[in-house]
C-alpha cells in the first residue's frame, strides 16, 4: 500500500528566502508524481508534473526533483514572496486509472 | 470559463439526511474523480470515472452513490448523512491514461450536524 509523507508539516521563512519541500513515498512503483498548491477555503492547482523517467522538471521559481528509486521528491521554490503561502501537496500515481494517493502537505508561510 | 466546477460550495444537513453535490467539466475530458479530504486535511479517492464507467471504487460506504449522466457531469449523492461525512469534497478530471493532469473543483465543504 502507496504512503507518501512529507516533512516538514508547517514552515515559516522571511521573503526572498529560497526552500525546500520534502516528499517521500513507499512505493517506488510510480507512473508520476505531481506537486499541487491549496490555497486556503480553495481547490488544488497542479503546479508540476514529473513523469517516472524524469529527474526533474521546472516552472519559473519551481524546481521538482524526483528520485524514484529512493522514493523521494523535493520541491525547490527560489527567492520566495508572500504570494507563495498556501500548503503544497504531493501525489504519486500507481496502479491502474490514474489513481493519486496524496501526502499530509506542508503548510508554507512567506512573511515580509 | 470555470474548467471543472462544484456546487453548493458549502452544505449544512442534518444527520440522517440525503444530499447531492454536482460536479461538471468542461475541459472535454473522459475521466472525473471524487476525493474527500478530511479535517486533517487528508485528501483521499473516492471515485474514479471513465466515459460514465466505474473505474475506482475506494472501499467507500454503500451511502455514497456516484451518477454520471454524461462524461462532463460526476455527481455525489449521500444517503442517511452521519457526523463523519463532514469534509470537503473534491471533484477532479483529466485526460483518460495514466500520467496525465488532474483538474480540480474549488472543493463543496460538508458539514452535518
Known amino acids: 500500500k502507496q504512503e507518501v509523507t512529507q516533512i516538514p508539516a508547517a514552515l515559516s521563512v522571511p521573503e526572498g528566502e529560497n526552500l525546500v519541500l520534502n516528499c517521500s513515498f513507499t512505493?517506488?512503483?510510480?507512473?508520476?508524481l505531481q506537486w499541487f498548491r491549496q490555497d486556503p477555503g480553495k481547490g488544488l492547482t497542479s503546479l508540476l508534473l514529473?513523469?517516472?523517467?524524469?529527474r526533474e522538471q521546472t516552472s519559473g521559481r519551481l524546481n521538482a526533483s524526483l528520485d524514484k528509486s529512493s522514493g523521494r521528491s523535493t520541491l525547490y521554490i527560489a527567492a520566495s514572496q508572500p504570494g507563495d503561502s498556501a500548503t503544497y501537496l504531493c501525489a504519486v500515481e500507481t496502479g491502474t486509472a490514474s489513481k493519486l494517493t496524496f501526502g499530509t502537505g506542508t503548510r508554507l508561510q512567506v512573511t515580509l | 470559463d470555470t474548467a471543472v466546477s462544484q456546487t453548493p460550495k458549502y452544505l449544512v444537513t442534518q444527520m440522517g439526511n440525503d444530499k447531492s453535490i454536482k460536479c461538471e467539466q468542461n475541459l472535454g475530458h473522459d475521466t472525473m474523480y471524487w476525493y474527500k479530504q478530511d479535517s486533517k486535511k487528508f485528501l483521499k479517492i473516492m471515485f474514479s470515472?471513465?466515459?460514465?464507467?466505474?473505474?475506482i471504487n475506494e472501499t467507500v460506504p454503500n451511502r455514497f452513490s456516484p451518477k454520471s449522466p454524461d462524461k462532463a457531469h460526476l455527481n455525489l449523492h449521500i444517503n442517511s448523512l452521519e457526523l463523519g461525512d463532514s469534509a470537503v469534497y473534491f471533484c477532479a478530471s483529466s485526460q483518460v491514461g495514466t500520467s496525465v493532469e488532474q483538474f480540480f473543483g474549488p472543493g463543496t465543504r460538508l458539514t452535518v450536524l
Open positions: 512505493d517506488s512503483a510510480i507512473y508520476n
Open positions: 514529473i513523469q517516472s523517467s524524469q
Open positions: 470515472y471513465n466515459n460514465k464507467e466505474l473505474i
